[in-house]
Nanobody, 131 residues
Framework: QVQLVESGGGLVQPGESLTLSCADS????????IAWFRQAPGKEREGVSC????????????YYADSVKGRFTVSRDNAKNTVYLQMNRIKPESRAVYYC????????????????????WGQGTQVTVSS
């Protein structure tokens, strides 16, 4: 049973950094693509980043939306069965609920992040940006 749990959200000021985590206590995440989405108040859910399944002991290809490219980094810690989203130089528009998602049929991000591709979602973690 897949049960993704996000954590690490909080209140930050513009320009600061935050690291979000996505973990599952019983389901091995190594074999599947893990995607990050966010949803700001009054807006549609937006694909942020994705990391493909582990390949040869290393994480697979990653993807970033243009809005976060160069500032956000997605990574895995296989030993902790956790995927991270490191958010640097946070902007006010980064304020949103952040979700991680996966699907048992998907090992590759295939160069984009599409919400309908993923069946399993975490409960979300709130990131608030305030000056």
């Amino acid at each position: 049973q897949v049960q993704l749990v996000e954590s690490g959200g909080g209140l930050v000021q513009p320009g600061e950094s935050l690291t979000l985590s996505c973990a599952d206590s019983s389901f091995t995440l190594d074999y599947y693509a893990i995607a990050w989405f966010r949803q700001a108040p009054g807006k549609e859910r937006e694909g942020v980043s994705c990391i493909s399944a582990v390949q040869g002991g290393h994480h697979g290809p990653t993807y970033y939306a243009d809005s976060v490219k160069g500032r956000f980094t997605v990574s895995r810690d296989n030993a902790k069965n956790t995927v991270y989203l490191q958010m640097n130089r946070i902007k006010p528009e980064s304020r949103a609920v952040y979700y991680c998602a996966t699907d048992l049929s998907r090992s590759s991000c295939q160069g984009r992040v599409v919400a309908s591709w993923y069946d399993y979602w975490g409960q979300g973690t709130q990131v608030t940006v305030s000056s």
